[in-house]
C-alpha cells in the first residue's frame, strides 16, 4: 500500500528536492526507529534542509516484510541558507511481522538519495491490515505558515526566517 502525507496534514506526492554542492559536517543524519504496539516511530536526526522550507512530506509504502519511508521537503520559495533539523513521522496500525524498514531523504551534501536501513518487528496487538501515516514532526524553529514580526524583541530561527524571506 502505498501512503503520503505532508507535515501540513495535507496529502502530497512530490519529487526531488534541489541539491546544493557543499559539505556540511555539522548535520549527522541519524535515524532512529522505535516501534510500540503496531505504531513505528521513525526519527531523522540533524537532517539537512533549507532554512526556509513551506514543510516536509513523506511517501510510505508498507508491503508484507518492508517498509519504505522517503522524505520530502517542500520548497516554494528557498532561503540562500541551510541549517539542520529533527524531523519525525509515526507509521500507524503496521500489520505484524518482521520488516526491514529503508529510509531515504534526498542529502544536499551529494545530491544523491541516501537510504538507511533497520530491522524491525512489530508484534501482534490487534491490528488490521491497513497502515496510515500518523503525525509528524520538526525542530520548532520550521513551523511554516505562521508570520513572524520583525520587530519581535525575541531572537529566535523563527524571527531570522521571517527577516529573511
Not at 539542520?84 to 544536499?108: K, N
Request: with cysteine.
Amino acid at each position: 500500500m502505498r501512503i503520503a502525507v505532508a507535515s501540513a496534514g495535507a496529502l502530497f506526492l512530490l519529487g526531488f528536492a534541489g541539491a546544493a554542492s557543499a559539505q556540511w559536517m555539522f548535520c549527522d543524519d541519524r535515524i532512529v526507529v522505535t516501534v510500540d504496539g503496531s505504531t513505528v516511530h521513525v526519527e531523522h536526526i540533524g537532517a539537512l534542509y533549507n532554512c526556509c522550507p513551506d514543510g516536509f512530506a513523506y511517501d510510505v509504502n508498507v508491503e508484507p516484510g518492508r517498509i519504505d519511508i522517503f522524505e520530502h521537503e517542500i520548497l516554494s520559495i528557498p532561503c540562500t541558507c541551510l541549517c539542520c533539523i529533527d524531523l519525525g513521522v509515526d507509521i500507524l496500525d503496521v500489520p505484524a511481522g518482521d520488516y526491514t524498514l529503508y529510509f531515504s531523504w534526498l542529502e544536499y551534501d551529494t545530491g544523491q538519495w541516501e537510504v538507511r536501513t533497520r530491522e524491525i518487528t512489530v508484534p501482534e496487538v490487534g491490528q488490521g491490515n491497513t497502515s496510515q501515516v500518523g503525525p509528524t514532526s520538526r525542530s520548532p524553529c520550521y513551523e511554516p505558515g505562521t508570520p513572524v514580526d520583525p520587530e519581535q524583541k525575541e531572537t529566535t530561527w523563527g524571527r531570522m526566517k521571517a527577516l529573511y524571506k
